[in-house]
């Protein structure tokens, strides 16, 4: 059964970046679309990037987009988060999930949760 790991996390200034991991193991990452999410102490998780199995579709939602990449190494087993530009408001808890086929824009996930990588944005 595939798992998910998440990394990279950390403190780092307004304006910085950080690059966090999603890494697989139990089996092959190549057959899921991922996505990242996030979450903030008493608000909902919400889907912030999400790419396809193949990597050809990606989606961002609008508070990101032009300041996080999202990118996959199937050799690797890995889904990379590239953040940029960070702001004091991405600050959260980063995690990664599986998504099903086609549904990338409505972060439609499955499986379980990992336990995420903090991500502080902070001067």
């Known amino acids: 059964q595939l798992q998910l790991a998440e990394s990279g996390g950390g403190l780092v200034q307004p304006g910085g970046s950080l690059r966090l991991s999603c890494t697989a193991s139990?089996?092959?990452?190549?057959?899921?679309?991922i996505a990242w999410f996030r979450q903030t102490p008493g608000k909902e998780r919400e889907g912030v990037s999400c790419?396809?199995?193949?990597?050809?579709?990606?989606h961002y939602v609008d508070s990101v987009k032009g300041r996080f990449t999202i990118s996959r190494d199937n050799a690797k087993n890995t889904v990379y988060l590239q953040m940029s530009s960070l702001k004091p408001e991405d600050t959260a808890v980063y995690y990664c999930a599986k998504v099903y086929p086609g549904r990338c824009a409505d972060y439609d996930f499955f499986g379980s949760w990992g336990q995420g990588t903090q991500v502080t944005v902070s001067s």
């Open positions: 790419i396809s199995h193949s990597g050809g579709v990606t």
């Open positions: 139990g089996s092959t990452l190549h057959y899921y679309a």
